[in-house]
């Protein structure tokens, strides 16, 4: 090793025996010699070994390096070289021995390492940014990733700014500090779902470094609807189960999200392992700072009929066109307008049945990407929103439209149901083209129908993002912080 990683290492034993209460005096060799008697000791907590490693390799280790490192401790006569000897096979694959670290015992780590990183504000990064701006006052530090995503550092200020103050997508040239932040004996929370490369680390993280981890639960459909879903998000899906299962507690968004967790719980015991705790913290129920009241539609103006979502298989966007073209044939009005990104692989076929039925007469369009304010002005024009996604674990186009005054067609299972029973809502079959076609007439017909469900939706207890963040913070944190 360099005296530059040398020194690092040095440094990085020098807080680890800090954080453990013990002596940092010395050089190298006696601040490693003291950090691995430490990790050795008969008496010592699991979560020794994981910081001596950490310390040591400047990263977080993964479970197949730390069960090498504790059974190379058990067997060694001089502990320092037995660390030695069981992290060097990992040094040459590690990129963090030179880095600097910096240990957290006092406040609690959220890791935001997409939306602080991406311009994306689909449903995942609007939660992180709707519900991280109620915790500033919290003890909290946002986190990313590191380059080579093995642990955590710190955000640059305009990642802050993109979690905490998102105002649309805007260019960044500094480069982020790759200094390792470490939790030591506090709480993880993970608003987001966990990367591939990140899960491996996540998971040893929350089984053997002290700190507890609780999650938001999203859902399980590239799983339970495997189906429906890219293989390569199934397999994804799998190895974020690995830090699920080792987490102390998850928060679905919805019942039904938090059921499919709950099942997946249910056979940890089969593995001897305990698993999370699993509750359900419904997501909120608040619409974007902009008007709320649904636009007048002028007579002889052409209906809108709005459907909202990422394109792909689940979202069940095909049956909605087939749906509409019963009814434009029948020679009902109206014009439906589809929104939400996609793949080229889901959505490039549709666009193309879309634009041949435009040419055909069929007022109908598609928007990949529009802003929040162009979004807005859509849902307020729509006399009626559409999702009727065939698996969804909680639905925010539903919200955001029922929030806007704007009646739905939804299905008639799952989460969607779960928010539909609050009012504002038709629910019918996602499966039954008919029973979707038979919805849409009706919403476009029956005057006196749209005027109960919008009064229905208006009606509708607000459960803002300040009491959702609050709840999440509870469950998620409570006395632990």
Known sequence: MTAAVVQAVSDRAAQALDALGLPSDGDADARIGRLAAAAASADAAREVAWLAMTALLGRFPVARELAAVRRELLLAEDPAAGLLTATTPFDRIASGVARRMRIVTDRVLVD????????????????????????????????????????????????????????????????PDDDLVVPWRTTVVLPEVAMLDRCAPLACLAAESGSRVGLIGYDLIPLVSADLIDPVESDKTAHYLEVVKHADRVAGISASAASEFAGFVAALPAQGIAGPEVRTVALAEEPLAFDTAPAPTADGVVPILLSVGSHEPRKNQPAVLAAARILHEEGLAFRLVFVGGGSVEHAGPFDTEIAELARGG??????????????????????????????????????????????????????????????????VDPRDVVAIADGLRRLLVDDALVGRLRAEALARPERTWRRYANELWDELVGGAA
Do not use: F, K
């Open 362 to 427: 069929m007022a109908v369009e598609s928007h990949r990407r529009l802003g929040d304010a162009e979004l807005d002005a859509l849902y307020r024009a729509a006399r009626a929103c559409v999702m009727v996604s065939l698996h969804e674990g909680y639905g925010l186009p539903v919200v955001e439209a029922l929030g806007r005054g704007v009646p739905v067609l939804t299905s008639d299972y799952g989460s969607l149901a779960e928010i539909a029973a609050g009012g504002g809502c038709l629910t």
């Open 112 to 175: 935001v390492g997409h939306t602080a990183t991406s311009d994306h504000n689909t449903g995942i990064q609007r939660v992180v940014r709707r519900t991280l701006p109620e915790w500033r006052e919290r003890p909290v530090e946002l986190v990313a990733w590191t380059a080579d995503d093995r642990g955590y550092r710190a955000l640059t200020a305009h990642e802050t700014d993109r979690v905490l103050a998102w105002g649309g997508p805007r260019a960044e040239a500094v480069t």
